[in-house]
Protein backbone atom coordinates (compact mmCIF):
# COMPACT_ATOMS: atom_id res chain seq x y z
CA UNK A 1 0.00 0.00 0.00
CA UNK A 2 2.11 2.97 -1.28
CA UNK A 3 -0.34 5.56 -0.10
CA UNK A 4 -2.75 8.02 -2.27
CA UNK A 5 -0.23 10.41 -4.28
CA UNK A 6 -0.28 13.59 -5.27
CA UNK A 7 1.31 16.00 -7.67
CA UNK A 8 2.78 18.36 -7.48
CA UNK A 9 3.28 19.56 -3.75
CA UNK A 10 3.03 23.03 -4.43
CA UNK A 11 2.31 24.88 -7.00
CA UNK A 12 2.78 28.84 -7.69
CA UNK A 13 0.69 30.60 -10.77
CA UNK A 14 -0.05 34.13 -11.52
CA UNK A 15 -3.90 34.95 -11.61
CA UNK A 16 -5.35 34.02 -14.89
CA UNK A 17 -3.28 30.78 -15.79
CA UNK A 18 -4.44 27.33 -16.01
CA UNK A 19 -3.26 24.63 -13.59
CA UNK A 20 -3.39 21.05 -13.33
CA UNK A 21 -3.35 19.13 -10.76
CA UNK A 22 -2.60 14.98 -10.12
CA UNK A 23 -4.24 12.34 -7.55
CA UNK A 24 -3.57 8.78 -7.56
CA UNK A 25 -5.09 6.70 -5.41
CA UNK A 26 -4.75 3.64 -3.60
CA UNK A 27 -4.93 1.27 -6.48
CA UNK A 28 -7.58 -1.10 -5.32
CA UNK A 29 -10.08 1.96 -4.05
CA UNK A 30 -12.82 3.15 -6.35
CA UNK A 31 -13.83 5.65 -4.80
CA UNK A 32 -11.89 9.32 -5.41
CA UNK A 33 -12.82 12.55 -3.86
CA UNK A 34 -11.10 15.88 -4.06
CA UNK A 35 -11.19 18.75 -1.09
CA UNK A 36 -10.13 21.80 -0.66
CA UNK A 37 -8.68 23.39 2.61
CA UNK A 38 -8.08 27.16 2.96
CA UNK A 39 -5.90 27.96 5.93
CA UNK A 40 -7.32 27.82 9.76
CA UNK A 41 -10.13 26.09 8.02
CA UNK A 42 -11.34 22.04 7.96
CA UNK A 43 -11.51 20.32 4.41
CA UNK A 44 -14.68 20.83 2.05
CA UNK A 45 -15.72 18.36 -0.15
CA UNK A 46 -15.57 19.38 -3.82
CA UNK A 47 -16.37 16.48 -5.76
CA UNK A 48 -16.65 12.25 -5.62
CA UNK A 49 -16.09 9.88 -8.29
CA UNK A 50 -16.76 6.02 -8.29
CA UNK A 51 -14.87 4.81 -11.01
CA UNK A 52 -14.70 6.85 -13.58
CA UNK A 53 -17.95 8.14 -13.43
CA UNK A 54 -18.55 11.87 -11.38
CA UNK A 55 -20.97 11.48 -9.35
CA UNK A 56 -21.52 14.70 -6.87
CA UNK A 57 -20.00 17.86 -6.97
CA UNK A 58 -20.23 20.72 -4.77
CA UNK A 59 -21.87 24.27 -5.26
CA UNK A 60 -18.21 25.51 -4.22
CA UNK A 61 -16.75 23.52 -7.88
CA UNK A 62 -17.34 26.89 -10.26
CA UNK A 63 -17.16 26.53 -13.95
CA UNK A 64 -13.77 27.06 -13.81
CA UNK A 65 -13.05 23.81 -12.47
CA UNK A 66 -12.82 20.38 -14.05
CA UNK A 67 -12.12 17.33 -12.77
CA UNK A 68 -11.58 14.04 -14.55
CA UNK A 69 -10.98 10.40 -13.46
CA UNK A 70 -10.69 8.63 -17.62
CA UNK A 71 -10.03 5.07 -16.63
CA UNK A 72 -11.24 5.41 -13.05
CA UNK A 73 -7.35 5.33 -11.66
CA UNK A 74 -5.39 8.43 -11.18
CA UNK A 75 -7.41 11.82 -11.25
CA UNK A 76 -6.79 15.16 -12.07
CA UNK A 77 -8.15 18.48 -11.25
CA UNK A 78 -8.23 21.40 -13.89
CA UNK A 79 -8.44 24.92 -12.46
CA UNK A 80 -8.72 27.87 -15.62
CA UNK A 81 -8.23 31.22 -15.16
CA UNK A 82 -7.15 31.15 -11.53
CA UNK A 83 -7.88 33.81 -9.26
CA UNK A 84 -6.27 34.55 -5.63
CA UNK A 85 -9.17 33.30 -4.18
CA UNK A 86 -8.23 29.99 -5.42
CA UNK A 87 -4.91 29.78 -3.33
CA UNK A 88 -5.62 26.69 -0.75
CA UNK A 89 -4.43 23.48 -0.64
CA UNK A 90 -6.24 21.01 -2.48
CA UNK A 91 -6.43 17.27 -0.97
CA UNK A 92 -7.07 14.18 -2.81
CA UNK A 93 -8.65 10.75 -0.80
CA UNK A 94 -9.58 7.30 -1.70
CA UNK A 95 -11.69 4.79 -0.33
CA UNK A 96 -12.68 1.48 -1.14
CA UNK A 97 -16.43 1.18 -2.29
CA UNK A 98 -16.76 -2.58 -1.41
CA UNK A 99 -16.34 -2.91 1.97
CA UNK A 100 -18.53 -2.20 4.83
CA UNK A 101 -16.49 0.37 6.29
CA UNK A 102 -13.91 1.93 4.35
CA UNK A 103 -12.39 5.32 5.83
CA UNK A 104 -11.06 8.02 3.46
CA UNK A 105 -7.49 7.76 2.76
CA UNK A 106 -6.02 11.19 1.87
CA UNK A 107 -2.66 12.38 0.03
CA UNK A 108 -0.21 14.90 1.33
CA UNK A 109 -2.16 17.49 -0.73
CA UNK A 110 -1.11 20.30 -3.25
CA UNK A 111 -0.55 23.72 -2.31
CA UNK A 112 -1.58 26.54 -5.12
CA UNK A 113 -0.46 29.96 -4.62
CA UNK A 114 -1.96 32.22 -6.92
CA UNK A 115 -0.23 35.49 -7.42
CA UNK B 1 -27.14 19.27 6.19
CA UNK B 2 -24.35 18.21 7.95
CA UNK B 3 -22.19 20.72 10.02
CA UNK B 4 -19.70 19.78 12.56
CA UNK B 5 -18.17 22.22 15.38
CA UNK B 6 -14.83 21.70 17.39
CA UNK B 7 -13.35 23.93 19.87
CA UNK B 8 -10.57 25.46 18.29
CA UNK B 9 -7.54 25.03 20.57
CA UNK B 10 -5.99 22.80 23.33
CA UNK B 11 -3.37 22.91 25.48
CA UNK B 12 -1.76 20.51 27.61
CA UNK B 13 1.30 19.76 29.74
CA UNK B 14 3.61 16.30 28.57
CA UNK B 15 2.22 12.97 30.21
CA UNK B 16 -1.08 14.58 30.72
CA UNK B 17 -4.45 13.36 29.10
CA UNK B 18 -5.90 15.63 26.00
CA UNK B 19 -9.63 15.34 25.75
CA UNK B 20 -10.65 16.82 22.53
CA UNK B 21 -14.70 17.65 21.79
CA UNK B 22 -16.85 18.16 18.40
CA UNK B 23 -20.70 18.11 18.35
CA UNK B 24 -22.44 16.53 14.84
CA UNK B 25 -25.70 17.54 13.62
CA UNK B 26 -26.88 14.25 11.31
CA UNK B 27 -27.98 11.77 13.95
CA UNK B 28 -28.11 9.56 10.67
CA UNK B 29 -24.36 9.36 10.03
CA UNK B 30 -22.86 6.39 10.31
CA UNK B 31 -19.38 6.51 10.58
CA UNK B 32 -17.21 9.39 12.57
CA UNK B 33 -13.82 10.14 12.47
CA UNK B 34 -10.62 11.58 13.70
CA UNK B 35 -8.03 12.72 11.72
CA UNK B 36 -4.83 14.62 12.39
CA UNK B 37 -2.79 17.27 10.46
CA UNK B 38 0.84 17.86 11.38
CA UNK B 39 1.88 21.09 9.33
CA UNK B 40 1.89 21.10 5.62
CA UNK B 41 0.69 17.53 5.35
CA UNK B 42 -2.19 15.45 4.52
CA UNK B 43 -4.69 14.26 7.28
CA UNK B 44 -4.10 10.86 8.64
CA UNK B 45 -6.83 9.04 9.72
CA UNK B 46 -6.29 8.38 13.53
CA UNK B 47 -9.16 6.16 14.45
CA UNK B 48 -13.18 6.07 13.50
CA UNK B 49 -16.48 4.92 15.36
CA UNK B 50 -19.49 3.12 14.04
CA UNK B 51 -23.01 5.33 15.05
CA UNK B 52 -24.16 2.09 17.06
CA UNK B 53 -21.22 2.02 19.32
CA UNK B 54 -20.23 4.05 22.54
CA UNK B 55 -16.71 3.61 22.97
CA UNK B 56 -13.67 2.60 21.36
CA UNK B 57 -10.15 2.23 22.47
CA UNK B 58 -7.03 1.68 20.40
CA UNK B 59 -4.02 1.85 22.44
CA UNK B 60 -3.62 5.51 23.47
CA UNK B 61 -6.71 6.71 21.53
CA UNK B 62 -10.42 6.46 23.10
CA UNK B 63 -13.19 7.35 21.58
CA UNK B 64 -16.64 8.53 23.15
CA UNK B 65 -19.74 8.77 21.61
CA UNK B 66 -22.98 10.23 22.45
CA UNK B 67 -25.43 9.56 20.68
CA UNK B 68 -28.17 11.41 21.95
CA UNK B 69 -26.22 14.54 22.17
CA UNK B 70 -24.64 14.00 19.32
CA UNK B 71 -21.23 14.59 21.13
CA UNK B 72 -17.61 13.03 20.03
CA UNK B 73 -14.70 12.91 21.91
CA UNK B 74 -10.74 12.14 21.44
CA UNK B 75 -9.15 11.33 24.08
CA UNK B 76 -5.03 11.19 23.80
CA UNK B 77 -3.61 9.62 26.87
CA UNK B 78 0.06 10.27 28.29
CA UNK B 79 -0.46 13.36 25.30
CA UNK B 80 3.52 13.30 23.65
CA UNK B 81 5.16 16.18 21.81
CA UNK B 82 4.28 14.52 18.70
CA UNK B 83 0.88 14.73 19.39
CA UNK B 84 1.03 18.65 18.73
CA UNK B 85 -1.08 19.35 15.20
CA UNK B 86 -4.20 19.99 14.32
CA UNK B 87 -6.92 17.13 15.17
CA UNK B 88 -10.36 17.11 12.64
CA UNK B 89 -14.01 15.32 13.63
CA UNK B 90 -15.92 14.01 10.80
CA UNK B 91 -18.75 12.61 10.03
CA UNK B 92 -20.00 10.50 7.04
CA UNK B 93 -22.82 11.49 4.25
CA UNK B 94 -25.60 9.22 4.34
CA UNK B 95 -26.08 9.48 1.06
CA UNK B 96 -24.12 6.39 0.64
CA UNK B 97 -20.67 7.72 -1.03
CA UNK B 98 -19.36 7.52 2.18
CA UNK B 99 -17.91 11.61 1.68
CA UNK B 100 -17.00 12.72 4.96
CA UNK B 101 -17.63 16.50 6.36
CA UNK B 102 -15.05 18.05 8.49
CA UNK B 103 -15.17 20.04 11.37
CA UNK B 104 -12.65 23.28 11.84
CA UNK B 105 -10.23 21.60 13.46
CA UNK B 106 -8.80 21.88 17.21
CA UNK B 107 -5.47 22.68 17.61
CA UNK B 108 -3.26 20.53 20.32
CA UNK B 109 -0.28 22.39 21.60
CA UNK B 110 1.84 19.78 24.09
CA UNK B 111 4.07 21.61 26.34
CA UNK B 112 7.30 19.88 27.49
Known amino acids: DTGVSQNPRHKITKRGQNVTFRCDPI?????LYWYRQTLGQGPEFLTY????????KSRLLSDRFSAERPKGSFSTLEIQRTEQGDSAMYLC?????????????FGNGTRLTVT | GEDVEQSLFLSVREGDSSVINCTYT??????LYWYKQEPGAGLQLLTY?????DMKQDQRLTVLLNKKDKHLSLRIADTQTGDSAIYFC????????????FGTGTKLQVIP
Open chain 2, 49 to 53: IFSNM
Open chain 2, 26 to 31: DSSSTY
Open chain 1, 49 to 56: FQNEAQLE
Open chain 1, 27 to 31: SEHNR
Open chain 1, 93 to 105: ASSARDRANSPLH
Open chain 2, 90 to 101: AETDPGGYQKVT
